[in-house]
């Protein structure tokens, strides 16, 4: 009787054993295939859309075909800028060519013509209004030379600042793929970019129609398309686009948490040389003779 009990155990022990072996073999199998990685494509360097707050289901409505705004000659591009009731516009103007005309409002209200006495501004780079006065980035004299140009008698004297020129962002004026910034000079991302507009830690500009911010010596896509002029406003991009559901020039604020639809320009031709600003009331577009406004 005990040799056929202690058959009996051993028997036991060897299926329990060769259970065992089976179960530890199947667990083996199965956190073997739970870790084989899954083959994904790699994200490209697309910026990723922040949420959108507008009654349609994205930010920037889907453009409508335009033609591109690169067409437009470089020496019609425009600037505005406004600081309370000061405010001065100009055109690019050319070191070859035409030169800018740069204006400013009175105090009847009135667009009057401002020339510079003391230097030769063959063509501009930037413009921005204060409430004293205004400042601009220009190319003077013969060699078109970048300059910090101040005014702060509506335009009757202008003084050359060297420590300002070297804290401004401008397209270079020889050299339009190069763009000076407070850290030195960066490459473009294309070699003819238009509409560049800087406050604070931002810059941004345009190439064919697309929308790009600087950071540090790189540049990011934002996510819209047909584009024709933007200005900053803090921290946020405001881009002025084409779109479906505007008759005119759509005015969206590209912001780091979430884009939002602001209005649209009615009837502004977008085919035009076109700049955008930020004043008391809103928003507005210079577009041929008119400042339309929008309200934001």
């Known amino acids: 009787m005990a040799s056929s009990t202690t058959g009996r155990r051993v028997a036991s022990i060897t299926v329990i054993a060769a259970l065992t072996v089976v179960v530890v073999t199947l667990s083996v199998m199965a956190l073997s295939s739970a870790r084989t990685p899954q083959t ?30 690169s067409t437009i000659d470089r020496a019609s591009e425009r600037f505005l800028s406004f600081a309370g009731t000061s405010g001065w516009r ?17 105090v009847q209200g009135n667009w009057v013509d401002v020339v510079s006495r003391e230097f030769t501004v063959r063509q501009i780079a930037s413009l921005d209004a204060h409430a004293d006065g205004a400042e601009l980035v220009g190319g003077v004299d013969d060699a078109c030379t970048a300059a910090s140009l101040r005014t702060f008698s509506a335009g009757a004297e202008w003084t050359s600042y060297d420590g300002a020129l070297a804290q401004s962002r401008y397209v270079m004026f020889t050299d339009p793929a190069t763009v000076h910034t407070r850290n030195g000079d960066i490459a473009a991302p294309c070699a003819d970019p238009i509409g560049l507009r800087a406050s604070g830690d931002v810059a941004a500009l345009i190439c064919d129609e697309q929308a790009w911010v600087q950071s540090d010596a790189t540049w990011t896509a934002l996510p819209a398309v047909a584009v024709k002029a933007l200005t900053i406003d803090g921290a946020d991009i405001i881009i ?12 969206t604020r590209i912001g780091s948490e979430e884009n939002t639809v602001l209005g649209c320009a009615e009837n502004v031709d977008a085919n035009q040389p076109l700049a955008l600003a930020i004043n008391d009331n809103g928003f507005a577009v210079w577009a041929g003779d008119t400042i339309v406004e929008v309200a934001g």
């Open 40 to 69: 994904s494509a790699s994200p490209g360097p697309v910026m990723t859309l922040a949420p959108t707050v507008t009654p349609t289901p994205t930010a920037v409505p889907t453009p409508t075909p335009t033609a591109s705004r």
């Open 90 to 106: 100009a055109t690019a103007g050319s070191c070859d060519g035409a030169a800018p005309v740069i204006q400013r409002i009175d």
């Open 240 to 251: 002025g686009h084409v779109s479906a559901e505007c008759t005119g020039l759509a005015l």
